[in-house]
């Protein structure tokens, strides 16, 4: 079964406190695709990072970075130094290749809520 | 490049109506697909098009259809509203799927609600 499980319902920190968002997913294909979506109060989702299953690298991208392990189907991302500004839900997603790939299909998790004080 | 254009940004629908969304997808996207975003169900897979033939399906009812026409844009049709058809409906784009390492992006939702 294909699962993305987000167990932080919401957080609140302190500015330029850094900050962990769990992701663990579920999903019995090899390959497979995890991302992370930002969602402001305008309600557009807006993309961060897409992994691949056969790309374990950790990445970091300025102040964000992800934390991908396979061995326990995790795909955290870190905000370090948080804002005001990094105030958002944050998504984590599962998309399995199905068959060649041919598929866009995301599996959300249930998202956390980010509240970064000043 | 513009980015996925959803319209309109606001609906007020009564039961029993059937509305029509539609969604613009980025220059080069020719696929499109459809999530319903509830404060109860979160984000949920409606259905996905690419060169006008959906590819997949989520799990709605038959009241829930979509279409895509050969310059990309989509529509999606709800017929018989009902008070649980009350979302935020977002659409997502992208040059291909998955293999051809290209993100969906999405564009800012139509809210759509039943009196």
């Known amino acids: 079964a294909q699962k993305v499980t987000q167990a932080q319902t919401e957080i609140s920190v302190v500015e330029k406190e850094d900050v962990t968002l769990d992701c663990v997913y579920e999903?019995?294909?090899?390959?497979?695709?995890l991302f992370w979506y930002k969602q402001p109060p305008s309600g557009e989702l807006v993309f961060l990072i897409r992994?691949?299953?056969?790309?374990?690298q950790n990445e970091i991208s300025g102040r964000y970075s992800w934390n991908f392990q396979k061995s326990t189907s995790s795909f955290n991302f870190t905000i370090t130094a948080s804002q005001v500004v990094d105030s958002a839900v944050y998504f984590c997603?599962?998309?399995?290749?199905?068959?060649?790939?041919?598929?866009?299909?995301?599996?959300f998790g249930t998202g956390t809520l980010l509240a970064v004080q000043p | 490049k513009a980015g996925v254009t959803q319209t309109p940004r606001y609906l007020i629908k009564t039961r029993g109506q059937q509305v029509t969304l539609s969604c613009s997808p980025i220059?080069?996207?020719?696929?499109v697909s459809w999530y319903q975003q509830t404060p109860g169900q979160g984000l949920q897979f409606l259905f996905e098009?690419?060169?006008?033939?959906?590819?997949n399906k989520g799990n709605f009812p038959g009241r829930f259809s979509g279409r895509q026409f050969s310059n990309s844009r989509s529509e999606m049709n709800v017929s018989t509203l009902e008070l649980g058809d009350s979302a935020l409906y977002l659409c997502?784009?992208?040059?291909?799927?998955?293999?051809?390492?290209?993100?969906?992006?999405f564009g800012d939702g139509t809210r759509l609600s039943i009196l």
């Open positions: 997502a784009s992208s040059e291909g799927f998955q293999d051809s390492n290209q993100p969906q992006h």
């Open positions: 220059s080069g996207h020719r696929s």
């Open positions: 992994r691949n299953s056969f790309d374990e």
């Open positions: 999903t019995r294909d090899t390959t497979y695709y």
């Open positions: 098009y690419f060169s006008e033939t959906q590819r």
């Open positions: 997603a599962l998309s399995e290749a199905g068959y060649g790939g041919a598929t866009n299909k995301l599996i």
